[in-house]
């Protein structure tokens, strides 16, 4: 056999053929298949199949293997193949044992699988878990509606171009977690995104320069089906970083029509002229920040997110 499944039977044969040479099989042989021909599940496949003494004889050490690992995990031990649920299967004539993906481990790779698809650079932990459904909306109902409008409107057609949200509101109301909910619905419907929190990456890409892959990591975000710039607008922005970074990435997003969400403490009027105007050597760029400022508004409707402070601290 050359499926996965195969070699992981093999792998357990093997196993169950030292355990039964290690338990001095020959005198406790006849008992031990004894009492494994009497296993419910058992007598039901023998029945069903109709075997022969002679193949039922030859098939004794599977029969052996199946009712030993049913065992092991019904008393929760490990086993050799963890997450595998033996079966009793034919095949030429024989009794073989065939280890199936539990529910439990088909539902935990499906899980693994949907988290993969959400890309995150220096993300808080707690958003893998965000679901629109846990968004608590009292006060709140249009910004609910148009994330999940959002998704479902991606989810109908991924080509062609919807804005984006851009979540303004105070510190603690729930904009990142609602970025997450986002980001993890999209992933359900089999979608990728990619999130990242805007000042550290600026760091980042600015402690890169010279490495030669300031450009790399740019590109890299810069081309993701969907993006997400958390907390923009909590740093101090130089023109380096605001047009050669952040206006690199929005131009590309704005030409290609790439679905762009923002998060920020900042109203769109604050962000124009408390972070993109002026830069951190003290001076006006107001035609600079304006160009940034029309990308933003191309890519994103602006939402003012309302409610208390659930940060603890
Ligand atoms: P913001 O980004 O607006 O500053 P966060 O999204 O970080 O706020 O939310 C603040 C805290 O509250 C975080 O710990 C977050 O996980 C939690 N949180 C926010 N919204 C919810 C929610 N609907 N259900 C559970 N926890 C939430
Ligand atoms: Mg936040």
Excluded: C
């Excluded at 199936?100 to 959400?118: F, G, M, N, T």
């Amino acid at each position: 056999m050359t499926s996965k499944g195969g070699e992981k039977m093999k792998d357990v044969g093997e196993e169950m053929a030292q355990q039964l040479r290690n338990r001095n099989w020959i005198k406790n042989y006849k008992e031990l298949i004894d009492e494994a021909f009497a296993d419910e599940e058992v007598r039901t496949f023998m029945a069903e199949n109709q075997l022969t003494q002679a193949e039922l004889a030859r098939s004794a050490s599977k029969v052996y293997e199946f009712v030993s690992i049913k065992r092991q995990i019904k008393n929760g031990e490990v086993t050799p193949a963890p997450g595998y649920q033996p079966q009793l299967v034919l095949s030429n004539h024989l009794i073989d044992v065939a280890y199936v993906p539990s529910d439990e481990l088909i539902r935990s790779q499906k899980k693994a699988e949907i988290r993969a698809r959400v890309r995150t650079l220096n993300m808080p932990k707690a958003i893998r878990n965000a679901q629109l459904a846990d968004f608590d909306i009292s006060g709140r109902e249009e910004i609910a509606q148009a994330a999940s409008d959002f998704i479902d409107a991606y989810t109908a057609n991924p080509r062609k171009f919807i804005k984006g949200m851009y979540l303004q509101g105070s510190f603690g109301v729930g904009k990142t977690y609602l970025l997450g909910a986002i980001a993890n619905g999209l992933a359900e419907e089999g979608f990728r995104s990619t999130m990242l929190h805007f000042p550290s990456f600026a760091v980042e890409v600015k402690s890169a320069i010279g490495s030669n892959n300031v450009m790399e990591k740019i590109d890299n975000i810069k081309k993701a089906p969907i993006l997400m710039l958390d907390d923009i607008g909590a740093d101090q922005l130089s023109s380096w970083l605001r047009d050669d970074v952040l206006g690199i990435i929005l131009q590309y997003r704005m030409q290609e029509e790439l679905p762009t969400f923002f998060s920020s403490n900042l109203s769109l009027q604050d962000l124009l002229t408390q972070y993109l105007t002026v830069n951190n050597r003290g001076e006006a760029e107001p035609l600079k920040a304006r160009r940034i400022m029309e990308r933003i508004v191309f890519l994103s409707k602006e939402y003012t997110m309302i409610g208390r402070n659930r940060r603890r601290s």
